[in-house]
């Protein structure tokens, strides 16, 4: 079994930023990509941005300059820095992570459970 849990999120106005945050847990060997995904209401799910294990990374062109990934691969967790928020940037966001190797050899693909961002004045 694999586990993520994201935090982070919260109400904030136009301009501010917020850092979201993963962390895997389970019987984790290794992670090959962990990513962010959003999705608004009446929206499908979209992928905001990537991280590989050798930090390849690639954003969604909305939010290009404004956001940042990074990983902590020791401890298994992904964060999101995100800078000059827009209102359209108000989702629920999604971690992911893709390709866990676990101790039983097994290749698992894991979700969280999502956490609220809303940017409004």
């Known amino acids: 079994q694999v586990q993520l849990v994201e935090s982070g999120g919260g109400l904030v106005q136009p301009g501010e930023s917020l850092r979201l945050s993963c962390a895997a847990s389970?019987?984790?060997?290794?992670?090959?990509?962990m990513g962010w995904y959003r999705q608004a209401p009446g929206n499908q799910r979209e992928l905001v941005a990537y991280?590989?294990?050798?930090?390849?990374?690639n954003y969604a062109d909305s939010v290009k300059g404004r956001f940042t990934i990074s990983r902590d691969t020791a401890k298994n967790t992904v964060y999101l820095q995100m800078n000059s928020l827009k209102p359209e940037d108000t989702a629920v966001y999604y971690c992911?992570?893709?390709?866990?190797?676990?101790?039983?050899?097994?290749?698992?693909?894991?979700w969280g459970q999502g956490t609220q961002v809303t940017v409004s004045s």
């Open positions: 991280i590989t294990s050798r930090s390849s990374t």
């Open positions: 389970g019987s984790i060997v290794s992670i090959n990509t």
């Open positions: 992911n992570a893709f390709q866990v190797l676990t101790t039983g050899g097994n290749l698992r693909h894991a």
